[in-house]
């Protein structure tokens, strides 16, 4: 197992604009995932993307993977309060259990 | 209720007491997993289980037990509890192999050891 590494620890915006975070690892992989986490509550899977995929759209979600860059990065776009959480990756190289950093805390202020 | 359930969602007990928090899904997903998460450590792996009697060690085993008779639920033991085990307990399951799919978490459990 491997674990991504979040970048930035902490984002704040205002409401309506972009939030980007990002996520490198070391070694490659099969996919990356990306999960949410509302304080206090177990995470909820966003997206996952392969490593032969270069981007990924759910809603206001879009997801890149640069596997010769070994990163990847999460963009929210028109940002709501409700997007307020930490966000986390968790690359897989295989059978391996999802390993998870520390993540990004986004805070979207209204 | 479908899903992924935890009991309980608080716990305080006693250092030296055991204790064990049980987890319970329903989509008869093949592996299970143990997540402890603190803050400054984000979640770490405590064991998981790629099917009923298979378990194995994830990163932080240590002072804790895991057991999987049933498919569906896999409870994990603190057998004698100590106050660096207060933290907040997530189970989580996946059907397929490991890191493949998509992990389901549960709602967590706050555990307090005095």
């Known amino acids: 197992s491997q674990q991504g590494e979040e970048d930035p620890q902490a984002l704040s915006i205002q409401e309506g604009e972009n939030a980007t975070m990002n996520c490198s690892y070391k070694?490659?992989?099969?996919?990356l995932q990306w999960y949410r986490q509302n304080s206090g509550r177990g995470l909820v899977h966003l997206i996952l993307?392969?490593?032969?995929?270069r981007e990924k759209h759910s809603g206001r979600l879009r997801v890149t993977l640069d596997t010769s860059k070994k990163s990847s990065s999460l963009l929210i776009t028109a940002s709501r309060a409700a997007d307020t959480a930490s966000y986390f990756c968790?690359?897989?190289?295989?059978?391996?259990?999802?390993?998870f950093g520390k993540g990004t805390r986004l805070s979207v202020i209204a | 209720d479908a899903g992924i359930t935890q009991s309980p969602r608080y716990k305080i007990t006693e250092t030296g007491r055991q204790v064990t928090l049980m987890c319970h899904q329903t989509?008869?997903?093949?592996?299970m997993f143990w997540y402890r998460q603190d803050l400054g450590h984000g979640l770490r792996l405590i064991y998981y289980?790629?099917?009923?009697?298979?378990?194995d060690k994830g990163e932080v085993p240590d002072g804790y037990v895991v057991s999987r008779s049933k498919t569906e639920n896999f409870p994990l033991t603190l057998e004698s509890a100590t106050r660096s085990q207060t933290s907040v307990y997530f189970c989580?399951?996946?059907?397929?192999?490991?890191?493949?799919?998509?992990?389901?978490f549960g709602p967590g459990t706050r555990l307090t050891v005095l």
């Open positions: 070694t490659s992989i099969n996919n």
């Open positions: 289980s790629a099917a009923a009697d298979i378990t």
């Open positions: 989580a399951s996946t059907a397929g192999l490991a890191g493949v799919g998509t992990q389901y």
């Open positions: 968790a690359p897989s190289s295989g059978n391996t259990p999802l390993v």
């Open positions: 989509w008869s997903h093949s592996y």
């Open positions: 993307i392969r490593s032969n995929e």
